[in-house]
């Protein structure tokens, strides 16, 4: 069964507006989780790291105030995309670290974000 | 940076055998990984393999490692049209407090022909 929950799954939303995306690590303690972007037919690009307790910490280029990153428990962490525009559609993914290199991450299904 | 590479698309018939290939530059990398992404899905995580070992076999699956050249490939047994989807290979980072960051390549598309 999934380990990391995301919700929503989907969402569709008129440009200004801010949306907030949740990762839930299910049964298990995650003080770390992972955000990612990935844009049509691209690969996955890491946005920023999420710290359980402190400030996330971004990937270059990635703007602090458009992507709003709290990881308020041990078992979750949210995105806010602050007024979002139409070039913030993407599919954005969280992952939470697992305890074994044979499986590494754990990713949540994805979150499909359309800005109209 | 490092960078990992892979073909973008692949086309193959049901029934013959994919191979699919990636190049990744960080030396020090211990665990290489193989994802697999369905339209709209998520990622499942499909096999990995140690960088001290040359070969590892999973039912259809085979990957080969050649850490000299840092060379990964898939090799995908009786392509199914179930097998569509697109495949990434990953390399390992060892992040703060012990946890893993992985970094991507850019996915290859695997298009099965019935």
């Known amino acids: 069964g999934a380990v990391v929950s995301q919700h929503p799954s989907w969402v569709i939303c008129k440009s200004g507006t801010s949306v907030k995306i949740e990762c839930r690590s299910l049964?298990?303690?995650?003080?770390?989780m992972f955000w990612y972007r990935q844009f049509p037919k691209q690969s996955l690009m890491l946005m920023a790291t999420?710290?359980?307790?402190?400030?996330?910490?971004?990937e270059q280029g990635v703007e602090k105030d458009k992507f709003l990153i709290n990881h308020a428990s041990l078992t979750l962490s949210t995105l806010t995309v602050t007024s979002a525009h139409p070039e913030d559609s993407s599919f954005y993914i969280c992952s939470a670290p697992s305890t074994g290199f044979n499986q590494p991450q754990h990713f949540g299904d994805g979150t499909r974000l359309s800005i109209l | 940076g490092e960078d990992v590479e892979q073909s973008l698309f692949l086309s193959v018939r049901e029934g013959d055998s994919s191979v699919i290939n990636c190049t990744y530059t960080d030396s020090s990398s211990t665990y290489l990984y193989w994802y697999k992404q369905e339209p709209g899905a998520g990622l499942q995580l499909l096999t990995y393999i140690f960088s001290n070992m040359d070969m590892k076999q999973d039912q259809r699956l085979t990957v080969l490692l050649n850490k000299k050249d840092k060379h990964l490939s898939l090799r995908i047994a009786d392509t199914q049209t179930g097998d569509s989807a697109i495949y990434f290979c990953?390399?390992?980072?060892?992040?703060?407090?012990?946890?893993?960051?992985?970094?991507f390549g850019k996915g290859t598309k695997l298009s099965v022909i019935p």
């Open positions: 990953a390399e390992i980072l060892v992040s703060g407090a012990g946890s893993y960051q992985l970094t």
């Open positions: 999420s710290n359980e307790g402190s400030k996330a910490t971004y």
């Open positions: 049964d298990f303690q995650a003080t770390t």
